[in-house]
C-alpha cells in the first residue's frame, strides 16, 4: 500500500506507531439476530413476491421501450400486423412504458427493499399478516389498473393529465394502487416507533434510519396525486361531478411528481451508501452526512414541484421561481452524495493498491455486477443531475419543455440510476433471500455494462434531437409534414435507433440471469452466502444519542422533521392552489385516443 | 476520534471532514450562483415568462380564465392577428385536436406580439421551433406572453403535448413578415 496523494493524512506528530491502516475504521454493523425463523421466512417471502412482482412490470414495460427507440430513429414499426393486434397505437404502448416501468416497476421495488432493510436493521418484528395484505392490495391496484391500459382505455401516458378521459377502472385501480404504499409508510414507521420506545436514548442505525426518511418523504410527497386522484379525477371519470380543472389537477400531479423522482432514487442511494463500499471493498465515509443527506431530502423533495410548469398559465412567476430556488437546493445532498460515495470507492480502491489521481479506479471490481451495476448509475447520475439543473431553470426550460431532451434525461436518471442499481441489488438480495446463486457472473455482468452503454447512447440521441426541438413522446417517425426529416439530426436518430438494440440484448441478458435464478433450486442459507452487505465506516453516527455529534442529535427526531416537511409544503404549495381553487374553471373530459 | 490515529495510508476522518465541508461549501455556493444567474436573465430579459394571469383584459376573460364552450363572447372566436388602436399587436390562437387556429399565424418582424392561447379540448403545447417558446394551451385558460419575432420567415409551429392519435400531425406554422410601409 502507499501513501494516497489526493487524501493525505493530517501531520500527527504524536503518533509514533507503525502504520496500520485500517485501524481507524469501524467495524460493519452486525444486524440483531432473528431467532423465530417463521417470521423470517414470512419476512423474506413478501419481499420476495415484491421484486419478482417488480421486476415482471420491468419485464413488460422494457419491452415496449425499443418500439419506441425505434421512432425516434426514424423508423415506424405500429403498422406491423402482429403488434398492431397487440397495441393499438404508439401512445398505447409508451402508456404502458411509462406506467409499469416509472410508476410499478419502482414502487413495488421499493415497497419490498425498505420494507424488508429497516425490518432486518432493527431486527424488529413485523405484522406479517398486515405485510401481506398490503402486498395484496397493490397487487390488486395494478391488475385492476392494467386492464383499461391493455384495453386501450386508458392511453393517457403516465402523466395522465386531464381532460384527456380514461376509464374510471384506471383512475380506481391506479389509487388502490399507490394508496397501498402508504400502508408500508405506515409499517415501516410504526417498526421505528416501537424500536425507539424499546431503545431510549439510541442512535437509530444508518440503514434504518435512511429507510425511515425516505418513507416519510414519500408520505408527504404522495399526497399531491393522492387527492388528485381519489378527490378529483375519480367523480370526474364516474361522471358524479360535470367537468375538472386541468391546472389543478397538473400541479396536484407535479405535487407528487417531482418529489417521486428523490422516492426513486433514494433506495438507490442507500445501496450506495450502505452496501457499495462493502461491494467495492471500502468503507462508508461518514455516517453523519449520511443522515443530513437524507433529511435535507426529506424537508426539500416536494416544494419544488413547480419546476415542472414553467410553461403553464395562470401560476405567478414568484412562485415558479421560489420552487426554482428549492430545487438547486435539493442539488446539495446529491452532490454530498457524490463526494462521499467517491470517497469511498477511493478508499477500496487504494486499499487494493490503486495508486494516482485517477489510477486507482482501475483497482476497482469492475468485473462484478454488483458492484458495476451501482457504480455504472452514479456515473449516469452525474451526467443527469447535470441535465436536471437545466431543466429546472425557468430560463433553460423553454428550450427543452416537451422535447425529446427531456426523455434523454430521465432515462440517465430512473432509467438507469434507479434501474441499474436495482438491477444490481436483485443479484445479491435475491440470492440472500432465497438461497439460490446467481447463474452467470459473466452475463450478469454483460448485462449490467449493456444497459450502462445502451443508455448512454440513448441519451446522448434524445438529448441531441431535443435540442432541435423534437417533441417528446409523439409519433415522429409517422408525422405526415417534413418537419423532422428537415431537421438535421440523422446522427442523433441513428444513435437512438442503435441504443434500443443495444438496450433490448441487455433486457434479454438481464431477464435470462434474473429468471435462472429464480426458477433454480435453494442451494444454500441466504444468511450465510449472501449477507446484507454491511460496510466498514470511517466515521461513525455512534450507538447512543448521549455524546453523539450535534449533527447526529439533531437528524434523530424524525417524527419532528417530518412535521417539518409537511408544514414547508403547505407553505410552497397552499397559496398556490388556493388560488387557482378560487379561480377554478372546470372544463368536460375527451377521449381523443 | 478515540485513540490517535497512525500516519496510516487510508483515508481518515480529520482529512475527509475537511475535504467534506469544502466541498459542501463549493456545491451551497454553486447552487446559489445559478439561481442569481437566472435571477439575471429576468432582468436582461433573455426570457419570455408568461404573464401571472393572462389576458386580463381581454372581453369575456376573467382571472385568466374563459368559458372553453362560449368562444363567441372572446376574441378567440375569431382567431389571428389585430393591432390594437394604440398600435400595439395581440395574436389569439385556438389549440385544438389536431390543429391550430389560425393554421397560419401571420406576425409582423421587429414589432412586440402579445400572443394569447387557449385549447378547444384537451391540453395542447405551444411551441416554435427554434426559439424559447413553448407554452402550454388549457381548456378554459388563457396562456399570454410577449414575444418579438427579429427575422422574417417561416418558423413551424409544434404541439408538444400529448392530445391524442393524430398528435404527431399537429404541426402549423407561423409567419413572420416584413410590414409594408
Known amino acids: ?79 406491423n400486423p402482429i403488434l398492431k393486434a397487440l397495441l393499438k397505437s404508439y401512445y398505447q404502448g409508451l402508456s404502458l412504458h411509462g406506467v409499469l416501468n416509472a410508476l410499478v416497476f419502482t414502487q413495488f421495488f421499493i415497497s419490498g427493499f425498505l420494507l424488508y432493510l429497516p425490518a432486518r436493521d432493527l431486527g424488529m418484528k413485523i405484522n406479517m399478516k398486515f405485510a401481506w395484505f398490503t402486498y395484496v392490495l397493490m397487487t ?32 380506481i385501480g391506479a389509487a388502490v394502487m399507490v394508496g397501498s404504499s402508504l400502508l408500508v409508510v405506515g409499517q415501516v414507521v410504526n417498526m421505528w416507533m416501537r424500536w425507539k420506545r424499546a431503545n431510549p436514548g439510541s442512535v437509530t442505525p444508518l440503514v434504518a434510519f435512511m429507510s425511515v426518511a425516505t418513507w416519510m418523504m414519500w408520505a408527504v410527497a404522495a399526497l399531491g396525486i393522492v387527492t388528485e386522484v381519489v378527490f378529483l379525477l375519480i367523480p370526474w371519470s364516474l361522471g358524479w361531478v360535470a367537468g375538472v380543472d386541468p391546472l389543478i389537477s397538473k400541479t396536484l400531479f407535479w405535487w407528487t411528481g417531482h418529489a417521486i423522482v428523490y422516492f426513486w432514487v433514494l433506495p438507490a442511494y442507500i445501496a450506495w451508501y450502505a452496501f457499495l463500499p462493502n461491494h467495492a471493498g471500502g468503507r462508508i465515509v461518514s455516517e453523519p452526512l449520511v443522515r443530513l443527506t437524507f433529511v435535507m431530502f426529506l424537508l426539500n423533495s416536494t416544494p419544488v414541484g413547480l419546476h415542472h410548469q414553467y410553461a403553464d398559465p395562470n401560476i405567478s412567476v414568484t412562485w415558479k421561481t421560489m420552487h426554482m430556488f428549492l430545487t438547486f437546493l435539493i442539488a446539495i445532498p446529491s452532490l454530498l452524495t457524490a463526494f462521499s460515495v467517491a470517497a469511498s470507492l477511493e478508499d477500496a480502491a487504494r486499499a487494493r493498491g490503486g495508486r494516482g489521481l485517477f489510477g486507482w479506479m482501475l483497482k476497482l471490481p469492475w468485473g462484478r455486477p454488483t458492484f458495476s451495476a451501482p457504480v ?17 431553470s425557468s430560463t433553460f426550460a423553454p428550450v427543452i419543455h416537451n422535447t425529446a431532451w427531456i426523455p434523454g434525461h430521465f432515462h440517465i436518471t430512473v432509467g438507469t440510476a434507479t434501474t441499474l442499481t436495482f438491477m444490481g441489488i436483485s443479484l445479491w438480495l435475491i440470492p440472500h433471500l432465497t438461497g439460490k446463486r446467481m447463474p452467470s457472473v459473466r452475463l450478469a455482468s454483460a448485462a449490467v455494462w449493456t444497459w450502462f452503454v445502451g443508455m448512454m ?32 439530426i440523422a446522427i442523433p436518430q441513428l444513435l437512438t435507433a442503435i441504443s434500443g438494440v443495444i438496450l433490448l440484448v441487455s433486457a434479454v441478458l438481464y431477464f435470462y440471469v434474473l429468471f435462472r435464478m429464480l426458477l433454480s433450486k435453494r442451494v444454500d442459507d441466504g444468511e450465510v452466502s449472501s449477507p446484507i452487505p454491511y460496510s466498514e465506516v470511517i466515521s461513525p453516527a455512534g450507538t447512543k444519542l448521549a455524546g453523539a455529534s450535534a449533527l447526529v442529535r439533531y437528524t434523530e427526531p424524525l417524527l419532528a422533521l417530518w412535521g417539518v416537511a409537511l408544514l414547508l409544503v403547505l407553505l410552497m404549495y397552499g397559496p398556490v392552489l388556493a388560488r387557482l381553487f378560487a379561480n377554478a374553471e372546470l372544463v368536460p373530459g375527451w377521449r381523443l385516443y | 476520534m478515540s485513540a490517535p490515529r497512525p500516519a496510516g495510508q487510508r483515508l481518515d476522518h480529520h482529512t475527509l471532514e475537511k475535504y467534506e465541508n469544502i466541498w459542501f461549501g463549493i456545491a451551497t455556493v454553486m447552487a446559489l450562483f445559478l439561481f442569481v444567474t437566472v435571477l439575471a436573465s429576468f432582468f436582461s430579459g433573455t426570457y419570455p415568462s408568461l404573464t401571472g394571469e393572462g389576458g386580463h383584459h381581454i372581453t369575456g376573460v376573467k382571472n385568466g380564465r374563459l368559458n372553453p364552450k362560449n368562444f363567441a363572447a372572446t376574441p378567440f372566436a375569431t382567431p389571428g392577428l389585430r393591432q390594437n388602436a394604440d398600435g400595439t399587436y395581440e395574436a389569439f390562437v385556438v389549440a385544438k385536436a389536431f390543429q391550430f387556429e389560425p393554421a397560419v399565424l401571420k406576425v409582423p418582424v421587429g414589432r412586440p406580439v402579445t400572443i394569447h392561447v387557449t385549447s378547444a379540448d384537451v391540453l395542447h403545447g405551444y411551441y416554435i421551433e427554434g426559439t424559447n417558446i413553448n407554452a402550454t394551451a388549457i381548456p378554459g385558460q388563457v396562456t399570454s406572453f410577449t414575444t418579438t419575432f427579429r427575422r422574417p420567415g417561416t418558423l413551424n409551429l409544434i404541439c408538444n403535448e400529448y392530445c391524442g392519435t393524430g398528435h404527431h400531425n399537429m404541426i402549423n406554422s407561423v409567419k413572420v413578415e416584413v410590414q409594408e410601409p
Do not use: C
Request: net charge positive; glycine share 8%.
Open chain 1, 140 to 171: 390488486a391496484g395494478l391488475l385492476t389498473a392494467a386492464v383499461p391500459l391493455l384495453t386501450n382505455d386508458a392511453t393517457l401516458l403516465y402523466t395522465f393529465y386531464p381532460p384527456m378521459e380514461g376509464s374510471p377502472v384506471f383512475y
Open chain 1, 1 to 79: 500500500m502507499t501513501t494516497s496523494p489526493g487524501f493525505s493524512p493530517a501531520p500527527q506528530p504524536k503518533s509514533a506507531q507503525a502504520p496500520q491502516p485500517a485501524s481507524s475504521s469501524h467495524s460493519a454493523r452486525q444486524a440483531p439476530v432473528i431467532a423465530d425463523a417463521a417470521y423470517l421466512a414470512s419476512l423474506k417471502k413478501v419481499t420476495q413476491y415484491y421484486l419478482v412482482t417488480a421486476f415482471l412490470a420491468l419485464l413488460v414495460g422494457t419491452l415496449m421501450g425499443p418500439l419506441q427507440a425505434l421512432n425516434y430513429g426514424g423508423i415506424n414499426v405500429y403498422d
Open chain 1, 457 to 488: 447512447v440513448f441519451a446522448l440521441g434524445m438529448h441531441w434531437q431535443g435540442l432541435y426541438g423534437v417533441p417528446r413522446r409523439a409519433l415522429v417517425s409517422a408525422t405526415a409534414q417534413s418537419v423532422y426529416r428537415d431537421m438535421p
Open chain 1, 376 to 392: 455504472l448509475a452514479m456515473v449516469s447520475f452525474i451526467l443527469g443531475g447535470a441535465g436536471g439543473i437545466v431543466n429546472a
